[in-house]
């Protein structure tokens, strides 16, 4: 269960510094085409910009700023994929205990994730959850195929990146 919490967390990660980065190198790039020569130190500045922005957000921006289609659209399965691994670990780094019944999950995006990587009920053959306190989040960071799935998912997005 730790290692597939870190990988996860890790994937996330990755990705978000990978846009983090990227969008630095273009805001910089534009500041010195753009910008007077006093001005660059603040037109290169994305602090204001990448605080509190969604990853769908950023990707937008840089695909806007480099003039490129692949604009973040949640029917693509790279982009959906990867909104529910990033849906993931914001589950597991901020859980919350609410009761839920068996078989259900606190976001249909982590039910897309159980979909693909569990091999038991209510996605396949016996139910995951046989005693009270047994939760789904425990059930799918147990599940050997989770940390290939997150890993192929990142290695997709950042490929189109």
């Not at 589950?91 to 994730?113: F, M, N, Q, R, T």
Request: proline share 2%; with cysteine; aromatic share 10%.
């Amino acid at each position: 269960m730790c290692r597939a919490t870190a990988v996860v967390t890790n994937c996330v990660a990755y990705i978000e510094g990978s846009l983090n980065e990227k969008l630095q190198r273009l805001q910089t790039v534009k500041a010195f085409q753009e910008a007077e020569y006093e001005e660059i130190d603040a037109a290169c500045d994305i602090s204001s910009f990448k605080k509190f922005r969604k990853i769908r957000q950023k990707w937008n921006r840089i695909k806007n700023m480099e003039g490129t289609g692949n604009k973040w659209d949640e029917k693509n399965l790279v982009f959906s994929n990867f909104s529910s691994l990033y849906d993931l670990r914001n589950e597991v780094l901020h859980y919350k205990c609410d009761y839920l019944e068996a078989g259900e999950v606190p976001k249909e995006s982590i039910k897309s994730i159980m979909h693909q990587v569990c091999d038991e009920q209510p996605y396949g053959d016996k139910p995951y959850r046989k005693q009270l306190n047994e939760s789904w989040c425990s059930y799918l960071l147990m599940q050997k195929s989770l940390c290939e799935w997150s890993i192929t998912t990142t290695k997709e997005l950042k490929k189109i990146l």
